[in-house]
């Protein structure tokens, strides 16, 4: 009796693991487009961009925000799963934006980030890198004595948060 249980068992494993993989969906066509709501990131502080994977592992971005616009090159070294999962990611990525109360400054920041593609064409990312800021003017009220240090450059940290649709 306990051999005809165990027998049972094992099958009824195997036939339900096979039921669950005919719920995969085929292979499609790569989505290699995706727009994205970004805060931070190549959208300067809110914004909107577009990206187009190049390559199998290469995307190129462009953004616009609130208050300027930039573009950027992403690595994903691992690849992408076209069923969705967790992608980590680096890169190189630039913009340039005004200040809301004045002033001119360009970031360029080397992200260290992941993304979670979902099946349903959704994305989710976030990273966090250096970054190399160069300010050309100050912002606020402008004086001479501090108008004579600019332009001048800082480094510190960047990031993104993102929101993606693909297609």
Known sequence: M????CILLLFSLASSQSFAEGCYRPLGPPLKNSFSFNILGTGTYIGFSYERLIKERLSLE???GVLGAGA???FYPFG???YGGFAPYTGIKTTFNTRGSG???NMTYIPLGVTLFSANRM???IDVGPSY???YSPFGKVTPELANTFPNAQISIYGN???SYRF
């Open 62 to 64: 462009v953004g616009f």
């Open 72 to 74: 950027g090159i992403t």
């Open 123 to 125: 994305a989710f990312g």
């Open 2 to 5: 306990k051999k005809l249980i």
């Open 80 to 82: 992408i799963n076209p």
């Open 103 to 105: 002033g001119e400054k």
């Open 161 to 163: 948060l993102k929101i």
């Open 133 to 135: 800021q160069t300010n």
